[in-house]
């Protein structure tokens, strides 16, 4: 017979349910209903049986309990992978928020990627035949998004982080974009600025006509007038941020001031004011939303609105596991601000539009000789 290391520790016997069983005077199928939140246990038992399971360090079997409730207790989560590199500064963060709270209910995190967007449709549905998520939390939401008219089919819960054009039985959790926009547009004028302009995200997204919304309510709030020429829609990346404040600052009468809808998006404005002549906080103010970690070693760094996305992940979290346990999507819905992270990038503007103008024209004098 083989005998243990000196020293070795000895594994301490697995707690079984009879074992919590026992020490709760319960029936087994109680303790089990209890630990699988059955509506027809009551409350304080379940608060009961779980504060024993934690005291005495019961852990289920994966395996046997997704046999038993049909459940493989996972969340599920798949990126798109353009989408996985636009959320990088944020994915960390995201994800570490969500495992956080499912593992506080003893449950994991299933996540995958895709290269397409009907690759991601493929990857939820396989997730799903093959029972390995219970619910999905569905990111950066799209105006008419093909997931949820997937995971509706499917008849599977999801909340979404983001909002959809049809709301209709659908759980959420989002930041308020369209305040921190108004709020860009009023920091701006409080500065002096009298020329703001705009440039959005993406058609596709959710977020974008939202925003927008959020910058028109700004400017008539403010007492300025909307004018298209100051208003761009579609960007996504640094080159269309680049794109957007070169055509800008190329006008008869270009802003003073820029409010950008994604951070990526100013950041690559930052190179073509150079370019332009323009110190960007001085010449050029920019206010932007995001709160990337970049933007806060940019030069100057970056005026954003910041959103915390590890906080995020919890609330989504939190909100699927509900769903999965039986609340009404309708009932899981909550808006949050988005909090100012003030930087170097705006302030009171040092040139009136003509004379940007005129610093234009000599920049781009100067580069074509």
Known sequence: MISPAKG??????RVTINDLAEALGLTKGTVSRALNDYPDIS???????????????????????????????SLGLVLQDDEAGSHRPFLAEFVAGITHAASAANWTLTIATARTEQGVLETMERLTDERKADGFIVPRTLRHDPRVELLRRLEKPFVLFGRVEEMDGCAWYDISGEDAMRDAVLRLAGFGHRRIAYVGGGDRYNFTGLRRQGFLAGLDAAGLRAEPRLICDGGMTAIDGREAITGLMRLPEPPTGIVFA???????????????????GRELSIISYDGVPEGAYATPALTSFAVDSRRAGERLAEMLLALVHGAEPET?????????????????????PAALAARVALADSNSSQ
């Open 262 to 280: 994604v951070d990526r998006v100013a950041l690559g404005g930052y190179r073509a004011a150079a370019r332009l002549g323009l110190a960007v």
């Open 332 to 352: 899981l819905r909550a808006l949050e601000p988005a909090r100012l992270v003030a930087g170097g990038s705006d302030g009171p503007p040092a040139l009136d």
């Open 43 to 73: 409350p304080s038992t379940r608060t009961r049986v779980r504060h024993q399971a934690e005291m005495m360090g019961y852990r289920p079997l994966s395996h046997a309990q997704a046999i038993r409730t049909g459940r493989a207790r």
């Open 8 to 13: 070795t520790p000895k594994m301490r016997p």
